[in-house]
């Protein structure tokens, strides 16, 4: 029974991999927790399987789903309510009258029923009222709300003290790796993406080659060596103004971690698409920009290049001479983007739109191809593939 | 061999199935969590409530993985055979144990807590992996073998600075300390300060959660600052009502200098406040 739950979390790409099983099997023979009480064999589990919080979300769905024998379509359309949605925002509170007055609306399955429905009914988000799925309300879908019956969704504790199970709680949803991203993050994702090497002034003791040298020649010889230093180097091009506006925050935080994270890094500007030209101060870029081929030609071809951007354009911006919405571009932005990939082998795009939304793009279609796939989408997820990607 | 909490350390359900779980399968547990939710304290009140000795290794970024076996002095025995000290000729002279080997050879199963291990470099942790696993390892200098006469509890806790390896990991139980709930809470501040008035926590709370819940906010206050801001309300006899104050030109808490790190997150907490109050006020 359990090799099935084993063989979903697999499915589910968790990283759980058999010596972990064994050590589940392990605890449950020496009886570390009473085998019929499913919430402690709940901790046991995520304990023994899970190494990382990010997980913790998804195991919480696979044992739920596992365990329950709940339905596939269920399980995803609690998934798919987005999180906004329940922000804690002007909550109500109801006195015990008013919960007395609310009525239940039938058994479990009606209410997965009903909640399916208006899930379709319903399109926008909403606040208080006692119908539609939102927060603070009396319905009996949503979170922050009263009903006795109620499902909760995205709800972080049980406010009412009616709570289901442990593990439908998701307390770890804003842990998911896929969601949430803020500088630190970043910053441990960007670290995939280091190559210490000795280089430079000899600034330090070696204290092991002087203990030897000094051995091998009878008088105390100190031996120097240079500091050991992250030797990578970066160029990172950020794609701003029209469509990018919406992912400031992001690139924001993308920049600032990457900036602390490598010494060597060097950033420019452009919109849309690569031309020839870029610019390192948005003010003055008019006056003040830098030629690509400059760029070309200044950054030795052990750069590794970042591309940040929505590549949300008309497609003619990319293929087409003059197709830039700005300006005259004597030659394509692919030609542009061609030049800049012969040049530097390790070359990656990070978009900010989630990645289900690519194919249904033309221009980001053809700037996947032009990058030979090597478009990642811009989460914790994404940046740590793309670091791999830099690194081989 | 169980633990259960002790009487000045909440521990909740899970936690304690998962430490119990290490306990018995004799295998480190890591624990991650918030910074302020107790992952260095878990060690010490397990020390506490099994009744053994607590060994702690504080880990910085120059910390080696051979600091915690043993270290050998090679530059003293340099000198002193140079002043032909009768010592040199013992090689023993020169090795110092690290807090490994002090572990290892306890003659009661003592508690071993590796603080903060992503603070050193993403070797270390691979590093250590067979002698954690096998808890043994061999001493070059010597020629011998060390190895457990008790295998430590071995606690592990994490900042999240860097990631763990894969292989490291998976030797390991694995805790996430989350933010406990207001009920949780509760319990904690009780064995904290058991004579604190009660509608005064309540108004704290609903302050505190309030304060976390913030979008956007920069540091969110933990149950370490929690705890501090309430022993500032209790020296301050603060009353419970003027926790509970409505009028928007006070609608940062008193004492918010406890909760709230930094002048960006106070600003952004007075508009945030003031919105939302003002919505409440129409909702109602």
Same mark, same amino acid.
């Given at each position: 029974m359990f090799i099935n739950f084993f063989f979903d979390l697999k499915q589910a790409s968790l990283p759980v991999s058999l010596k972990e099983y064994l050590m589940l099997m392990e605890a449950m023979n020496k009886r570390?927790?009473?085998?019929?009480?499913v919430n402690d064999f709940y901790y046991l589990s995520r304990s023994a399987l899970?190494?990382?919080?990010?997980?913790l979300d998804k195991f919480d769905r696979v044992f739920g789903h596992s365990f329950k024998g709940l339905e596939n379509p269920q399980g995803e359309t609690a998934k798919e309510i987005p999180e906004e949605w329940l922000k804690l925002m002007g909550q109500k509170y109801l006195t015990d009258e008013e919960k007395k007055m609310i009525e239940s609306l039938g058994g479990w399955d009606k209410l997965m029923e009903t909640l399916k429905q208006r899930l379709e009914e319903q399109k926008k988000r909403h606040q208080g009222?006692?119908?539609?799925?939102?927060?603070?309300?009396?319905?009996?879908?949503?979170?922050y709300g009263y009903n006795p019956e109620g499902i909760r969704i995205?709800?972080?504790?049980?406010k009412n003290k009616k709570a289901v199970k442990v593990w439908d709680k998701?307390?770890?949803?804003?842990?998911d790796g896929d969601v949430e991203l803020g500088t630190r993050n970043i910053k441990i994702a960007l670290r995939r993406l280091r190559k210490f090497a000795r280089e430079?002034?000899?600034?330090?003791?070696d204290l092991d080659n002087t203990i030897k040298s000094t051995a091998h020649k009878g008088y105390i010889d100190v031996k120097m060596m240079p500091e050991r230093r992250n030797k990578i180097k970066v160029l990172l091009f950020f794609d701003v103004g029209g469509s990018m506006d919406a992912h400031v925050k992001i690139c924001e935080e993308l920049f600032s971690a990457a900036r602390t994270e490598f010494k060597h890094m060097e950033y420019f500007y452009y919109h849309n698409c690569l031309y020839d030209a870029v610019w390192k101060d948005n003010n003055r870029r008019y006056n003040d920009n830098i030629k690509t081929w400059d760029v070309l030609h200044t950054y030795p071809s052990d750069y590794k290049v970042i591309f940040v951007g929505?590549?949300?354009?008309?497609p003619y911006e990319i293929?087409?001479?003059?197709?830039?919405?700005e300006f005259w571009n004597e030659e394509s932005g692919e030609t542009w983007l061609t030049r800049m990939l012969n040049v530097y082998e390790n070359a990656i795009w990070l978009n900010p739109?989630?990645?289900?939304?690519w194919d249904r793009i033309a221009s980001t279609s053809i700037i996947k191809q032009i990058f030979s796939d090597r478009m990642f989408p811009l989460t914790i997820e994404g940046i740590d593939q793309a670091m791999r990607e830099l690194n081989k | 061999m169980k633990f259960e909490g002790t009487s000045s350390y909440i521990a909740t359900e899970d936690l304690k199935v998962a430490v119990n779980a290490a306990i018995t399968l004799e295998r480190p547990i890591i624990v991650k969590g *918030?910074?302020?939710?107790?992952k260095t304290m878990l060690a010490h009140e397990v020390a506490k409530s099994l009744d053994a000795e607590i060994i702690t290794w504080h880990i910085k970024?120059?910390?080696?993985?051979?600091q915690g076996l043993y270290e050998y002095d090679a530059v003293t025995r340099l000198r002193d055979s140079q002043l032909g000290d *009768?010592?040199?000729?013992?090689?023993?002279?020169y090795i110092s144990k690290g807090k490994l080997w002090n572990a290892f050879e306890s003659d009661k199963r003592p508690v071993l807590l590796i603080d903060?291990?992503?603070?050193?470099?993403?070797e270390f942790p691979n590093d250590l992996l067979l002698e954690l696993d096998k808890m043994e390892f061999f001493v070059y200098e010597t020629g011998e073998t060390i190895k457990a006469q008790n295998r430590p509890i071995v606690i592990i806790t994490s900042n999240n600075e860097k990631e763990l390896p894969d292989a490291f990991l998976r030797r390991c139980f694995f805790h996430y300390i989350k933010f406990p709930d207001p009920n949780t809470m509760e319990e904690i501040v009780e064995v904290h300060y058991?004579?604190?008035k009660k509608d005064l926590i309540q108004e704290a709370f609903k302050i505190f959660y309030d304060i976390r819940e913030v979008?956007?906010?920069k540091k969110k206050p933990s149950t370490s600052e929690l705890i501090d801001w309430l022993k500032l309300l209790m020296t301050d006899d603060v009353d419970a009502k003027i926790l509970r104050e409505k009028d928007p030109k006070k609608?940062?808490?008193?004492?918010?200098g406890a909760l709230l790190k930094n002048e960006q997150d106070v600003h952004l907490f007075e508009r945030l406040a003031f919105i939302s109050r003002r919505e409440n006020e129409n909702v109602e």
């Open positions: 570390v927790v009473d085998s019929f009480n899970v190494k990382d919080e990010r997980y009222g006692s119908k539609w799925i939102g927060t603070g309300g009396t319905s009996p879908f949503g979170a995205g709800q972080k504790e049980g998701r307390e770890f949803s804003n842990l430079g002034a000899e600034t330090e003791l929505d590549a949300e354009m008309s293929t087409y001479p003059g197709g830039s919405v739109i989630p990645e289900r939304y | *918030e910074p302020g939710t107790g970024s120059t910390t080696k993985a051979q *009768e010592k040199v000729k013992d090689i023993k002279n903060e291990i992503d603070k050193a470099d993403i058991p004579d604190i979008p956007g906010i609608l940062i808490p008193p004492l918010h």
